[in-house]
């Protein structure tokens, strides 16, 4: 439920936005652009933009930047403040925008700021005459700092107990400071940032754990919310033991074989390598050195590695390049040469997806997890509590619920789920918590890509759920997030929806091409 960048990896879900950038064509990304010195409303006025505006460019769009300084914990005044900080992109047309629109990319932590180039060339119909708040969640990006010790590199590429250790000692590096990365504080700033804005209602759109985060500010803001779309979306009462994603990783290696032309693989048969694959690597873990621009790791690659491998990292960018084998679409073929005794295949795979690894500070997205997703455990309990709960949990699951994996396996892959904050220390969760949403109602739109296992179509029908006044939508051929299909299909939906409360002929969605698939021979 993490959507990650390149920069960020560790967790449920991934951002878009780095990918778009990439994807810009080159007279627009190099096009002038400027960054006003102003943070009101329309009209200008305010106080001086920081330094940084000035790199903030959206061709044809004035950008208005800001900082605020908020509550680091509500209520706890001698905890101080955080400095959180936004960006608006103006809409071009003239005369008083119709609305305004605030995303979120996802993370627990993605930037959005410095994507703003990739946001208005993806959003850019609608920005004719909607603007567009882009906020950096405390933490992150030009927003304040509040580190915890623990980079990516390392929580992403060590085993199930390192990781179990690092979640522990971030949040408690972090001492009470801890309790001010919630989802329900970065709603609140968000709230913040519009009034001050003098913006009246917005329209949300969240992506990944942004669909997490825009239900808890339309619960804590209801008359400030006009409509949502939510994308590659998930709903505040998941599976603590995320059996619908492991029961959809079969169901994407079946679709890209039946669909692939001429037949490249047959989906049972990859199925039945996916549990023969997970089966040994239970029993003997596989060492993989992983070599980033900081590092080399020696990765220990355990059944919950080849979860997270195939649930979370084979649903990126699945679309965007349809003509050229995905990460998933390489799968069958990996995994059956594993089974037929060579390596060297996944071995390739996982290298590939681990070069990324960061030095970046994993406070914003450890510390969220950790105080706001569900568990399968009481929070409230002591440790040694905690473990039996977690192990009479996994255990109650009927043989097959995680498809080809075991229970206690596929809960090692998340890396903001299972286990992971077993270890927390009771005295710092925050209040309040995100629990029995209180939703508007409003016009919703929730999306998923039918080849996501990291927020299945299973997730997003929940999801939509969750509302009165819903539609969904599953995106053919494409993963998480379907956004990155690269018809602009899905764009032209959601936008069409956020400029006038109907999504529109739909079709398009039912439409778009299969993705590659390396044969299996």
């Not at 007279?27 to 006025?45: D, E, I, K, L, Q």
């Not at 629109?101 to 119909?125: K, R």
């Not at 997003?460 to 006044?469: I, M, S």
């Not at 999504?503 to 039912?510: F, Q």
Request: glycine fraction near 10%; include cysteine; charged fraction near 25%.
């Amino acid at each position: 439920m993490t959507y990650k960048s390149s920069v960020r990896r560790a967790g449920l879900a991934v951002s878009m936005v780095a990918v778009l950038a990439a994807a810009l064509p080159t007279a627009a990304a190099a096009a002038p652009g400027r960054g006003s010195a102003t943070v009101g409303a329309a009209s200008g006025s305010g106080p001086a933009a920081p330094a940084w505006c000035s790199t903030v460019t959206v061709p044809g769009h004035r950008v208005d930047c800001g900082t605020m300084d908020r509550p680091l914990v509500a209520g706890k005044p001698k905890l101080g403040k955080v400095k959180v900080s936004y960006a608006v992109v103006r809409h071009s047309a003239p005369g008083p925008a119709k609305g305004a629109v605030a995303v979120n990319p996802g993370g627990p932590g993605e930037v959005a700021i410095d994507q703003a180039a990739a946001f208005g060339y993806a959003l850019g119909g609608l920005l004719k005459d909607h603007d567009l708040l882009l906020v950096d969640p405390r933490g992150t990006g030009r927003s304040q700092r509040i580190p915890c010790g623990v980079t990516d590199a390392e929580y992403r590429f060590g085993t199930r107990p390192q990781q179990r250790a690092a979640a522990e000692r971030c949040v408690r590096n972090l001492g009470p400071k801890a309790a001010g990365y919630t989802t329900a504080a970065t709603a609140d700033d968000i709230d913040a940032i519009r009034a001050r804005l003098g913006v009246r209602r917005l329209s949300l759109y969240g992506l990944s754990y942004g669909t997490y985060l825009m239900p808890v500010y339309a619960s804590r803001h209801p008359e400030h919310v006009r409509d949502i779309v939510l994308s590659g979306a998930y709903p505040h009462e998941f599976d603590p033991l995320v059996r619908p994603s492991a029961q959809a990783v079969s169901k994407s290696l079946r679709r890209i074989c039946e669909r692939s032309v001429p037949a490249a693989c047959d989906g049972k048969q990859a199925v039945e390598d996916l549990a023969t694959t997970a089966a040994r690597l239970r029993e003997r873990p596989m060492n993989v050195p992983i070599t980033t621009e900081h590092a080399v790791y020696q990765e220990k690659f355990t059944e919950g590695k080849l979860a997270n491998l195939t649930y979370e990292a084979a649903s990126r960018e699945v679309g965007m390049a349809p003509d050229k084998p995905s990460l998933l679409g390489n799968l069958p073929h990996a995994l059956n040469r594993f089974v037929k005794g060579d390596p060297a295949p996944l071995r390739a795979l996982i290298q590939e997806e681990g070069a990324s690894g960061s030095k970046e500070d994993q406070a914003p997205y450890i510390a969220v997890v950790c105080n706001d997703y569900r568990t399968a455990w009481s929070k409230d309990a002591p440790r040694s509590e905690r473990w039996r709960q977690y192990r009479a949990a996994l255990k109650s699951a009927a043989p097959g619920e995680h498809g080809a994996f075991s229970a206690k396996g596929f809960n090692e892959g998340p890396t903001d789920g299972g286990d992971v904050c077993i270890g927390r220390p009771r005295t710092s969760t925050p209040d309040p918590k995100p629990a029995k949403l209180k939703l508007p109602d409003v016009p919703v739109l929730v999306l998923s890509g039918d080849l996501d296992a990291n927020t299945p179509d299973a997730n997003g029908r929940k999801a939509a759920r969750q509302f009165r006044d819903s539609e969904f939508h599953s995106v053919r051929n494409t993963g998480h997030v379907p956004e990155l299909e690269q018809s602009g299909c899905v764009v032209r939906v959601s936008t069409r929806f956020l400029r006038t409360g109907n999504p529109g002929d739909t079709s398009c969605l039912r439409t778009i091409r299969p993705i590659a698939v390396k044969p299996v021979r």
